[in-house]
C-alpha cells in the first residue's frame, strides 16, 4: 500500500527510542524526509545514525526537552532553517507515574502536566507555522490506552492523559481550516524502556526476576502479551499518511485489546 508520503517533511519529537523512534523508521521507510528530537543530544545522535544506516538517508537531528518553554522555542526556529513546511507533526513524549493520590503534591501534578500535556502543546504552537505552509498537515500525539480505561496507582497520568484526547478532539476541528487533520494513538502497554525500568523496579521490590513482572502484567491483556513498540509506530504512520485522509480528532487505541469500554 502508498501511503502517498513520499518526500513529505516529518518531525517526530521523542524519537531517540521506543515508539517515536519505531515512527521515524516507519516514516523513513514509507520515503518521507524525518527529522527527529529529544532531550539527550548523545542518544539523538546514536538513534540519527542507526537510522540513516538502516534507511540510507540523511535524518537530521536537534535536541530539546519539551518541558522546558525556551528550548520548544529553538526547536521552531531550528525547524524553520531546515523546512519551508512541515506536513506531519509527531509527539512521542509522556510516561506514567506509578503513585497514589495520596502520594502526589502540587510539584508532583505539575512535572507531569509538563510532560504528558504542555510539552506537546508548546511543540504544536512552535510548530504550527510551518504545518499551515503545507497543503495537508496532520499531527499526531501519543496518549495512553489510560486515558480510556483508567489504571489502579496511575492517578496523575490518567488525567493528563485524558487530557490529549480533549487536545485532539478540539485541535482537529479547530485546525480545519488550515487542512490539519489532529488524531492520536493510545498504546497499552508496550514494551520499552518505559515498561523495562518499571519492571526491574519492582522486580527488585519484590525479589523476583524481570519477566515475571512483564508475565504478570501480560495476563491482564486479552492477547497475552504486551505490544511492540513497531506495532504502536505502524498505526502513527498510517495516520499520519493520507490513506486516513477522512479521520480527524481520533483516538486510536493499539493496546492488544485492554481498554474494553465501549465508548
Ligand atoms: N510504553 C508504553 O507502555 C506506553 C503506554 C502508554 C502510552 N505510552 C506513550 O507513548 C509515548 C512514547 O512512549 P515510549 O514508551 O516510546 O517512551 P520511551 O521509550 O521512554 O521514549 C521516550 C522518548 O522521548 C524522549 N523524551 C523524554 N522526555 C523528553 C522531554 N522532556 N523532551 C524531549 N524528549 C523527551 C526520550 O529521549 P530522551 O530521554 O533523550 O529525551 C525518548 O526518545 C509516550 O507519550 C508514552 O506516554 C507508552
Known sequence: MDLGINGETALVVGAS????????????????????????????????????????????????????AEDVVRLGAWLAQQAAALDILVTAVGGSQRAAFEELDDAAWSANYEFNV???????RET???LKASSAGR?????????????????????????????????GAEFQ???????????????????TKRADKLAGERGIAPQEIIDEFSQEIPMKRMGRPEEIAAMVVFLAS?????????????????????L
Open 17 to 68: 527510542e521506543g515508539i517515536g523512534f519505531e515512527t521515524a523508521r516507519g516514516l523513513l521507510e514509507e520515503g518521507a524526509e524525518v527529522l527527529i528530537c529529544s532531550r539527550n543530544a548523545g542518544k539523538l545522535k546514536l538513534a540519527a545514525d542507526a537510522l540513516e544506516q538502516a534507511c540510507g538517508r540523511k535524518v537530521r537531528w536537534f535536541a530539546a526537552d519539551i518541558t522546558r
Open 118 to 124: 504542555l510539552g506537546t502543546v508548546r511543540v504544536i
Open 128 to 130: 504550527l507555522p510551518l
Open 139 to 171: 499531527i499526531v500525539i501519543l496518549g495512553a490506552a489510560g486515558a480510556r480505561m483508567p489504571y489502579e496507582h496511575q492517578v496523575v497520568s490518567n488525567v493528563h492523559k485524558a487530557g490529549l484526547i480533549a487536545l485532539v478532539k478540539t485541535l
Open 177 to 195: 481550516k488550515y487542512n490539519i487533520r489532529v488524531n492520536s494513538v493510545s498504546p497499552g502497554r508496550t514494551l520499552t524502556s518505559l515498561w
Open 242 to 262: 493520507h490513506k486516513a485522509s477522512y479521520v480527524t480528532c481520533q483516538s486510536i487505541l493499539v493496546d492488544g485489546g485492554i481498554a474494553r469500554g465501549l
